[in-house]
């Protein structure tokens, strides 16, 4: 398994502001993935985050609105850009280790 | 297009009872398949794996089951306890270490 950290825990945000969230893992993963669960919904994949390359991004979501940086073998982040309430969600972060994928602890997003 | 849905949006059972929950998918790309629980605050907790060469998976109180033609798993839990109660999420991958496509969720509620 992994050790996955997640900061911050949550935040309340004002609209028009961005938000970097931190994920941090205790081993080198190769890919990093970014989901956001938004209210009463199943968790949705943003982006892949490769170390060395630009991020992947699912359909819907594109690099100027969430910005993803990888900087190591170990961490990685997400930018919330100009934000609305429509993005008031869960965010998390994921790795995996062959079959299984595990999670971060998720930073809980409120924009007002 | 809901590639893996979860068809009950919340399970009741007595404490002591067999959970089953119940996970359908319609990409037939999909050959690993992954159940989590979830509390409302917390990431996703890892239960229990299955890739499409099996057809049941166990650990523990924690079964999954795989219907490959199709295009069923199921998880079961016996027997269910109260600390059991939380959204159980089944997730499907095409590839080992990839994305995860989740399913919407089932709330399971064990009654002492």
């Known amino acids: 398994s992994a050790v996955i950290s997640q900061k911050p825990s949550r935040d309340i945000c004002q609209r028009g502001t961005s938000l970097t969230i931190q994920c941090q893992v205790d081993?080198?993963?190769?890919?990093m993935f970014w989901y956001r669960q938004q209210p009463g919904q199943s968790l949705t994949l943003i982006a892949t985050?490769?170390?060395?390359?630009?991020?992947?991004?699912e359909s819907g979501f594109v690099i100027d609105k969430f910005p993803i940086s990888r900087p190591n073998l170990t961490f990685s982040t997400l930018t919330v850009s100009n934000m609305s309430p429509e993005d008031s969600s869960i965010y998390l972060c994921?790795?995996?280790?062959?079959?299984?994928?595990?999670f971060g602890q998720g930073t809980r997003l409120t924009v007002v | 297009d809901q590639q893996v849905k979860q068809n009950s949006p919340s399970l009741s059972v007595q404490e002591g009872r067999i959970s089953i929950l119940n996970c359908d998918y319609t990409?037939?790309?999909?050959?690993?398949f992954l159940w989590y629980k979830k509390y409302p605050a917390e990431g996703p907790t890892f239960l229990i794996s299955?890739?499409?060469?099996?057809d049941k998976n166990e650990d523990g109180r924690f079964t999954v089951f795989l219907n490959k033609s199709a295009k069923h798993l199921s998880l079961h839990i016996v027997p269910s306890q109260p600390g059991d109660s939380a959204v159980y999420f089944c997730?499907?991958?095409?590839?080992?270490?990839?994305?995860?496509?989740f399913g919407g969720g089932t709330r399971l509620m064990v009654k002492p």
């Open positions: 994921s790795v995996a280790y062959g079959i299984e994928a595990f």
């Open positions: 081993s080198q993963v190769t890919m």
């Open positions: 985050a490769n170390q060395g390359s630009e991020a992947t991004y």
């Open positions: 990409n037939s790309m999909f050959d690993y």
């Open positions: 299955i890739s499409s060469i099996k």
């Open positions: 997730a499907a991958s095409a590839l080992a270490g990839n994305m995860l496509t």
